[in-house]
């Protein structure tokens, strides 16, 4: 079965749909999942905590590692890491 869902939430198309399609002008810009959409952005957003500062660097995903080994090998010691990979979202503002 399908259906036609359309939304500006990518949040809630990520979760409702198996399968999207962007359009732009009636043309067909992009198709697959969400999550292989997501994976077409290549730049996380890594975050960590040294001495109570946030410290933001959008890395390509296979660079974070060695960003982290880096730190540690010049002494810094991180109190908090985040990362995060790229979402729906992403993908969505990266097609405007």
Do not use: W
Request: proline content about 2%; hydrophobic content about 40%; charged content about 30%.
């Amino acid at each position: 079965m399908a259906m036609l869902f359309t939304s500006h939430n990518m949040a809630e198309v990520t979760e409702v749909c198996d399968r999207v399609v962007f359009m732009r002008q009636g043309k067909i810009v992009a198709e697959d999942t969400p999550r292989g959409l997501a994976r077409r952005i290549k730049v996380c957003t890594l975050r960590y905590v040294v001495a109570g500062k946030e410290t933001e660097v959008k890395i390509k995903e296979e660079e974070i590692a060695s960003v982290l080994s880096g730190l540690t090998k010049q002494g810094i010691k991180y109190d908090a890491i985040s990362i995060d990979k790229p979402t729906l979202e992403d993908f969505f503002l990266s097609q405007l």
